[in-house]
């Protein structure tokens, strides 16, 4: 008897409630309303309430003076961001100072130097980037990145690495011939600066942002030579230490190494190393990591090298204005537009990674 007299009882709050609900209503608030967030994302307001009175209620019912359908940003139908005109070809070159030097500089003159030389190499790599249909497009090379290798100490720099795109060998060579550091180092001489073609792995699983998970390291290893027994090791890991890095989740970039032939689809363009941008906690981590990974595990390296490295905005599009300080990257980029290079964004959208 008391289940059924309760379930009598529910269905009568039911029935009552349905009939409220169905009544028209018109609903204000009987006392001011707050909240600790306010339209400009602060947990601070300045006043009692988020709320004047009811007349910020709008025809909908709602506060803020948000009108529905009015006032709405329109749909942009956004076009995909085209290639560069001398996309195709990747290649790294490595800068190593005390082995290019030809004055016998010691180790802190020769950074010491490079610091100097820090704003030209910039500016000279933006002059590279910087084009379109109207300015500039004789330009034959881009440079996509620019890092600085750091000592094991941290606390020097002893070289950079360099990624150029081209559509031809010869354009990166004589890039490189005019960049301002290696005039420094050998007046224009890179008969003894390796150069490679790089194979940059595309998987988007394998992509991870610089910094998120430590700081950013470099791996330069490069392969025994045939006789020593490696054979086809180098292709039998392939699969291994794709998965080895992807799973790892702290890659930046990463791919094979090639002799720098003329064409790409050479077919003595063979691998002869790798190349890995990843992140380490400390230098302890970015060596276990290496020294872990298949193809060293199986003894296919002749020789390791590791650093950590820093990154310079070679483009002029990734380094925010600072109004409290002394601002070169803004100077230098007012000078550019002044000298008529394209420095906005929607004039080299291929640059806008």
């Given at each position: 008897m008391r289940l059924a007299s309760l379930l009598v009882v529910g269905?009568?709050?039911?029935?009552?409630?349905?009939?409220?609900?169905?009544?028209?209503?018109?609903?204000?608030?009987?006392?001011?309303?707050?909240?600790s967030f306010v339209g400009d994302g602060s947990d601070y307001s300045s006043k009692?309430?988020?709320?004047?009175?009811?007349?910020?209620?709008?025809?909908?019912?709602?506060?803020?003076?948000?009108?529905?359908?009015?006032?709405e940003t329109p749909t942009i139908e956004l076009s995909p961001v085209p290639m560069s005109k001398n996309s195709g070809n990747r290649f790294v070159a490595f800068v190593w100072d005390q082995a290019l030097d030809t004055e016998g500089r010691n180790v802190l003159d020769l950074h010491y130097d490079r610091?100097?030389?820090?704003?030209?190499?910039?500016?000279?790599c933006r002059k590279r980037n910087l084009y379109n249909e109207t300015f500039n497009n004789?330009?034959?090379?881009?440079?996509?990145?620019?890092?600085?290798?750091?000592?094991?100490?941290?606390?020097?720099?002893?070289?950079?690495?360099?990624?150029?795109?081209?559509?031809k060998l010869e354009h990166v060579q004589e890039c490189l011939k005019e960049e301002p550091t290696i005039q420094s180092l050998t007046g224009g001489d890179i008969s003894n600066i390796p150069l490679y073609r790089w194979w940059h792995i595309r998987d988007y699983t394998l992509r991870q942002d610089d910094g998120r998970f430590g700081t950013p390291c470099?791996?330069?290893?490069?392969?025994?030579?045939?006789?020593?027994?490696?054979?086809?090791?180098?292709?039998?890991l392939n699969e291994d230490t794709?998965?080895?890095?992807?799973?790892?989740?702290?890659?930046?970039?990463?791919?094979?190494?090639?002799?720098?032939?003329?064409?790409?689809?050479?077919?003595?363009?063979?691998?002869?190393?790798d190349l890995i941008l990843f992140n380490a906690k400390d230098r302890k981590n970015a060596i276990e990591f290496v020294e872990e990974s298949p193809r060293a595990q199986a003894g296919l390296y002749e020789n390791m090298r590791l650093h950590f490295y820093?990154?310079?905005?070679?483009?002029?599009?990734?380094?925010?204005?600072?109004?409290?300080?002394?601002?070169?990257?803004?100077?230098?980029?007012?000078?550019?537009?002044?000298?008529g290079y394209p420095v906005h964004d929607d004039q080299t959208p291929w640059l806008n990674w």
């Open positions: 269905a009568t709050l039911m029935t009552q409630s349905t009939a409220f609900l169905m009544q028209p209503t018109t609903i204000r608030p009987s006392r001011p309303l707050y909240s009692e309430s988020d709320f004047d009175d009811d007349d910020d209620l709008n025809m909908d019912g709602i506060p803020g003076g948000y009108r529905r359908g009015v006032g610091i100097r030389h820090t704003e030209d190499h910039v500016l000279f004789d330009s034959m090379v881009d440079i996509l990145w620019s890092y600085p290798i750091l000592a094991s100490d941290l606390k020097r720099v002893i070289g950079h690495a360099m990624c150029l795109e081209s559509k470099m791996m330069l290893a490069l392969d025994k030579e045939a006789e020593q027994g490696v054979g086809t090791l180098r292709q039998e794709l998965e080895y890095l992807i799973k790892s989740e702290r890659v930046i970039a990463a791919g094979p190494l090639h002799l720098p032939t003329a064409f790409k689809d050479d077919p003595s363009s063979l691998p002869v190393g820093n990154s310079l905005d070679v483009t002029g599009k990734f380094v925010s204005d600072d109004p409290l300080s002394e601002n070169p990257c803004a100077d230098m980029k007012e000078a550019m537009e002044v000298w």
